[in-house]
Nanobody, 120 residues
Framework: QVQLVESGGGLVQPGGSLRLSCAAS????????RGWYRQGPGKQRELVAT????????YADSVKGRFTISRDSASAKIVYLQMNSLKPEDTAVYYC?????????????WGQGTQVTVSS
């Protein structure tokens, strides 16, 4: 089992920045991939950015050049999402994700979500 807790959401003006954090606990040794997803009002949940233990990093086209996913240098348990040049269309609940591999089985875990609102 893996538990994920997000933090760092809030209200920001267009063009501003926010940094989200996601702290993992539990069976973190089995995590093979981490990611951020978001769900805007009336929309389906969509991928924002992912990183594997490779590391291989992947971004949605809508956030390339503006968002950066990274791992804490001191602790592999924390993943960040640095969001710059925010736009109103970035408004969403942002969810942290972790994929584990153990005993031949992949499992996906989700955090509770943190609200990001971009508005003047």
């Amino acid at each position: 089992q893996v538990q994920l807790v997000e933090s760092g959401g809030g209200l920001v003006q267009p063009g501003g920045s926010l940094r989200l954090s996601c702290a993992a606990s539990g069976s973190v040794f089995s995590i093979v991939a981490r990611g951020w997803y978001r769900q805007g009002p009336g929309k389906q949940r969509e991928l924002v950015a992912t990183t594997t233990s490779g590391p291989t990093i992947n971004y949605a086209d809508s956030v390339k050049g503006r968002f950066t996913i990274s791992r804490d240098s001191a602790s592999a348990k924390i993943v960040y999402l640095q969001m710059n040049s925010l736009k109103p269309e970035d408004t969403a609940v942002y969810y942290c994700n972790a994929v584990t591999y153990s005993g031949g089985t992949y499992r996906t875990y989700w955090g509770q979500g943190t609200q990001v609102t971009v508005s003047s």
